[in-house]
């Protein structure tokens, strides 16, 4: 859905030209008063107006996420609107980011650095606030790989290990590689598709992307660039200045436990090993920030700065408390370096940027001590689902020289009624050009979601732009899924001494605890320590955490304990093997028998059950509307359906 064509009824205004004008010079700041649903439409005509990077910051973070969405609608699913998130982790947690969320942030710092187009990139407070990969360190790292080019394997391996990428069997998502032979998959962080790199001897013979669901290849193409894959690279830092802020912490307050771990995970980040509690040491590596990649000619767009800077204020007060309670229980070292940055800071950053607009709450009258840019906009006409008043208003709206744009996810049927009441609308399949004065246009709504509706006046009359929400009174929502971090101390959280285990290889065992290999070891790694039959002990590594899973059985009788150094587990295993094949073959004759029976095939969807599934509130995720659809292929056949579905409701 594109709805930038409507900025040719905004580009006229008197106070547009205004704002604009004011923007054009070299240096500039305004102060701008505008609805906040009109808001996302004022800056998509910005940006194209201008031709320079944009940075928005909302106070919150589920605000930034509404206003790139509803960015994205009105620039027409432009690729350079992109979303700079926030980790879901406060400093001082042994939290692991969620990579797709870091994955995210880089692809937006990346856009900045191209030097290509003029990226518009929305963030939250928090998240310009939480510290990034030094530019210089991201900049020296990206690199493109050519058809033709001479590579030193091992060393360009080394290279993506240091870079974050992981390395697997098979890619399977963003900042992954594999490598068989002279054959090497890649999927670049902000590549659509992996690709395959086939070298002959050191030389690269050819680069094709590929779809890694079938493995099958779908370009061939010159070149590929790759950047950075996490934002905390312990690699890529300075030893001489990691072990300079090491000297500077202070582990007087810690336990003697805790001062071990610290320890230990020091040194094994110093000797370049991974360490699962990155996020906590994230302080030590991330000496970036957002604006340090925005260019100084750009524009920043503050919405409310009241509102960020307390909600900043709020975040900054909530990590203060969080270090205090750390170092009073012995948890965290003294002078132990935060990955926030102080809006006070930030704050003096971005008065460094040529242009500035700060966005005032709409309605405040006291704002005479400053020169005020106020957007001719006004509250639309609201509904609440009474179709007649609707269509009505928008008569009369329309016979008065006013252009009215309906944008719905019930456009058809809207189309229906207009008709049913004898009103004249257009139902175009896009928005290609700008509507005509004095006519009333029907959109459906596609993606994004454009916001909420608004009016505005023009020299030629005016526009009333309207959404579910004021013509039905309620619109589709889109359902987003706050994905948590990973909690690598979550399974230990979880289990008490006493509890039942299973180790992937070594069978059922009690847990005991956690603790040293010997009793008279004070320093060195900590291991889960499980007991198993004959009091014998085994040590798993805290790294080898992902083979133990929690005994699970349908009865509440205790376990028989497996026996260590005999074949009792392999035995057990065998046992398993054998019966899964067996259920398998009776499941896979049950499975042949019902191809050959013949069951009722229920026709297509008729228009009723559309308009049925058009008002439901939500919007479908794509794994809903792929499931909705495979049910119904199902449903249609003669052969009786054999479906299953389970859905996560958390």
């Known amino acids: 859905m594109d ?3 409507l900025s040719a009824f905004l580009e006229p205004t008197p106070q547009y030209k205004l704002l604009s004008d004011t923007l054009q010079k070299t240096s500039a700041s305004a102060t701008v008063q505008a609805l906040p649903e009109a808001t996302p439409f004022l800056l998509t005509t910005l940006w194209r107006d201008l031709g320079v990077p944009v940075l928005v910051i909302a106070p919150k973070p589920e605000e930034a996420r509404r206003l790139h969405e509803s960015l994205t609608a009105w620039s027409g699913n432009d690729d350079s609107v992109l979303h700079f998130p926030e980790t879901e982790t406060l400093p001082f947690e042994r939290v692991v980011t969620e990579i797709d969320t870091a994955q995210q942030r880089l692809r937006a710092l990346h856009a900045l650095t191209t030097g290509v187009g003029s990226p518009m990139l929305v963030a939250s407070s928090v998240a310009v606030a939480q510290r990034t990969l030094a530019r210089y360190s991201f900049e020296s790292n990206v690199h493109a790989l050519k058809v033709n080019d001479e590579v030193d394997l091992e060393d360009l391996l080394n290279l993506w290990r240091r870079m974050g990428y992981r390395f697997e069997s098979s890619v399977y998502g963003p900042g992954v590689v594999s490598r068989r032979g002279g054959i090497i998959d890649i999927f670049p962080v902000g590549a659509s598709l992996p690709a395959r790199i086939e070298l002959w001897g050191n030389e690269i013979d050819s680069i094709r992307m590929f779809d890694p669901s079938n493995q099958r290849s779908t370009d061939m193409v010159d070149s590929i660039e790759v950047i950075p894959a996490h934002e905390t690279l312990p690699a890529m ?47 030590f590596f991330n000496h970036g920030t957002l604006l340090d990649y925005f260019p100084r000619d750009g524009l920043v767009v503050i919405l409310r700065p009241p509102d960020v800077a307390g909600t900043a204020w709020d975040t900054e007060e909530r990590i203060h408390e969080l270090r205090t309670v750390k170092e009073d229980r012995g948890e965290l070292p003294y002078n132990f370096p935060s990955f926030h940055v102080p809006w006070s800071d930030l704050e003096t950053q971005t008065e460094t940027v040529s242009k500035r607009i700060e966005v005032t709450q709409w309605g405040v009258d006291d704002l005479t001590y400053q020169q005020v840019h106020a957007l001719p906009f006004g509250s639309a006409p609201t509904f609440l689902g009474k179709l007649d008043s609707f269509v009505e208003e928008a008569t009369d709206l329309t016979t008065g020289g006013q252009t009215v744009v309906a944008i719905t996810a019930h456009s058809k049927r809207l189309g229906e009624i207009l008709a049913d009441y004898g009103a004249d609308a257009s139902l175009p399949g896009a928005l290609t050009k700008t509507p005509e004065a004095g ?48 909690r690598w101390d979550a399974f230990l959280s979880e289990i008490s001494p006493g509890d039942f285990v299973v180790h992937v290889e070594h069978g059922i065992g009690e847990f005991v605890g956690t603790g040293r290999a010997t009793d008279e070891e004070s320093e060195g790694a900590e291991y889960l320590i499980l007991q198993y039959a004959q009091s014998d002990r085994l040590y798993v590594p805290m790294e080898h955490l992902d083979r133990v899973t929690h005994y699970v059985a349908p009865s509440d009788h205790p376990p028989h304990l497996t026996r260590l150094g005999t074949q009792e587990w392999s035995r057990a295993k065998a046992r398993a093997e054998r019966s899964t094949r067996q259920m398998a073959s009776e499941l896979l004759a049950l499975y042949a028998a019902r191809e050959l029976e013949k069951g009722h095939a229920h026709g297509p969807d008729t228009p009723w059950q559309a308009e049925l599934e058009e008002s439901f509130p939500f919007e479908e995720t794509p794994d809903q509307v792929a499931t909705l659809s495979e049910v119904k292929d199902d449903m249609e056949l003669e052969k009786p359906m054999d479906r299953l579905v389970c859905g996560d409701v958390g």
């Open 237 to 283: 830092t300075d030893r001489d200045q990691l072990e300079s802020e090491i000297s500077r912490i202070d582990v007087s307050n810690c336990t003697e436990q805790q001062q071990n771990r610290i320890r230990e995970e020091f040194s094994q980040l110093l000797e370049g090993h991974e360490v699962d509690d990155l996020n906590l040491y994230a302080g």
């Open 3 to 5: 709805l930038s064509s």
């Open 439 to 486: 006519k009333l246009t029907v959109l459906q709504a596609e993606g994004a979601s454009f916001g909420d509706g608004f009016a505005m006046t023009t020299p030629g009359g005016g526009l009333i732009v309207l959404g579910d929400t004021e013509i039905f009174g309620i619109a589709k929502q889109r359902r987003t899924a706050r994905r948590p971090g990973v």
